[in-house]
């Protein structure tokens, strides 16, 4: 796969060592097991597969570029190029502003905007309607644009899907830049539906069975469907896709669950279904299955509690602590800096929105196990931080040293 140029200052000379040498023993990326790190009564189990993916470092490799080849020139980021507040305050820094907030509130005026400034598309894409608003303004939407391949994949799938009079049913954020961007890309090909997670699949399904009656839908599923879209004719023919940091097995189940109404309802055998549901499998990205996967992995070994690194607002940084939650105490953290001491911190309840400051988190035991993982947008340096201060509360900071060596 491409290497990016990534800053330095992103980078960790010790995660770098251990994801080079598990690449190296594990080619086909087969093993999810997790690395073992001792620090004396202390031991970390580092997820097989976290941190940067693809999407992201080429993102951060075009936004820095750019930034470093148009000195002089206005640099906006149409919104937060991803959900990591150091890699966006790092950009602030740098004299780029975004024009909206991640739910999509504008910040700075369109109308300020001038035709040589340069504006950046971030990684989770963006409308075909603000693309639209960029040309009237005299800016080339598609100059500067660091939208992931992967995320384009599910906008792909979606017209060739659409193109086949399948409706597309998209399972994500209503909210989240991304779905919001595979939204209006899929519209204008098919009829498009959102649906955010099984409840709502549940209700969709009812529609589908043609339980629930027509006129509810409008209502039930507002702000959610496509301009005309028509509950007794649009949801007889549907394919799945997704936002590529949901929960890959929730949209499987999703996906299975869409198929088997449809199946029931028109009471199709198996090697008819493909007349009334569209094969989407292919859509999911890789870096959040192997990610999953590796939380999976990790929550095989048996430990004392989880601590996962991201951005408060990172969508597949929470479906990591979703994983870990339902197996151990687990804390979400954006940086080193909310371990306070060995017996406080502060972390995220994603659930309720809010940064809870919790004393007990590290068990008064004489050998404690604790997993570790980042989401897809988290710097590795910002994992090795976490590591330092944690081997540091025990007094062996010097053995991080001592195990990147090891590792080199
Ligand atoms: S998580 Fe996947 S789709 Fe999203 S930016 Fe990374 S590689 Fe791309």
């Known amino acids: 796969m491409k290497t990016f140029n990534v800053p330095i200052i992103y980078r960790s000379p ?3 060592a251990i994801k080079q040498q598990r690449k190296q023993q ?4 087969k093993d999810f097991t997790p690395t073992r790190l001792e620090f004396g009564p202390l031991t970390i189990l580092l997820a097989r597969h976290f941190g940067f993916c693809y999407g992201v470092e080429n993102a951060i490799e075009i936004a820095f570029r750019t930034v470093e080849e148009n000195e002089g020139k206005r640099i906006f980021l149409l919104s937060e190029m991803i959900h990591n507040p150091q890699v966006n305050s790092d950009l602030l820094s740098r ?33 075909l309607e603000i693309e639209a608003r960029l040309e009237s303004l005299g800016i080339a939407p598609l100059k500067y644009n660091t939208t992931c391949p992967f995320v384009e994949r599910v906008w792909n799938k979606a017209e060739q899907i659409g193109g086949k009079d399948y409706t597309v049913i998209v399972h994500g954020k209503p909210k989240h830049e991304e779905t919001r961007a595979t939204f209006s890309h899929s519209r204008s090909h098919t009829p498009t539906i959102v649906v955010k997670d099984m409840e709502q699949t549940h209700r969709l399904a009812a529609y589908i069975r043609e339980e629930a009656p027509a006129e509810g839908f409008y209502e039930e599923f507002k702000g959610q469907y496509s301009e005309g879209f028509d509950v007794t004719k649009h949801l007889g023919r549907v394919g799945v896709v997704n936002q590529t940091t949901m929960l890959a097995s929730e ?8 198929r088997q109404a449809i199946q029931e309802h028109y009471q199709l055998p198996d090697d008819r279904i493909a007349e009334r549901f569209a094969d989407t499998r292919d859509t999911l990205c890789y870096a959040t299955n192997d990610n999953q996967t590796a939380v999976t992995g990790m929550l095989n070994v048996e430990a004392d509690l989880a601590i996962v690194v991201g951005g408060y607002n990172s969508s597949n940084t929470s479906h990591l602590v979703e994983l870990c939650e339902e197996k151990l105490p687990t804390y979400f953290i954006s940086s080193e800096e909310k371990l306070i ?5 502060l972390h995220y309840d994603f659930h309720n929105h809010e940064e809870l400051r919790s004393s007990g988190y ?8 604790l997993l570790l993982t980042s989401g897809a947008s988290c710097p590795d340096a910002i994992v090795e931080a976490v590591i330092r201060k944690l081997a540091g509360f025990f007094g062996l900071e010097h053995l991080v040293d001592e195990t990147a060596a090891a590792w080199a």
Do not use: C, H
């Open 14 to 16: 010790l995660i770098s």
């Open 26 to 29: 594990d080619k086909m990326k």
């Open 95 to 127: 004299g780029v502003r975004f024009l909206m907030d991640t739910s999509g509130k504008q910040l700075i005026p369109w109308e300020s905007l001038q035709p040589e400034d340069i504006v950046i598309i971030p990684a989770f894409g963006t409308t």
């Open 251 to 258: 949209t499987q189940a999703i996906a299975d669950y869409v």
């Open 341 to 345: 001491s060995p017996k406080e911190l």
């Open 362 to 369: 590290l068990p008064q035991k004489e050998n404690i196990t």
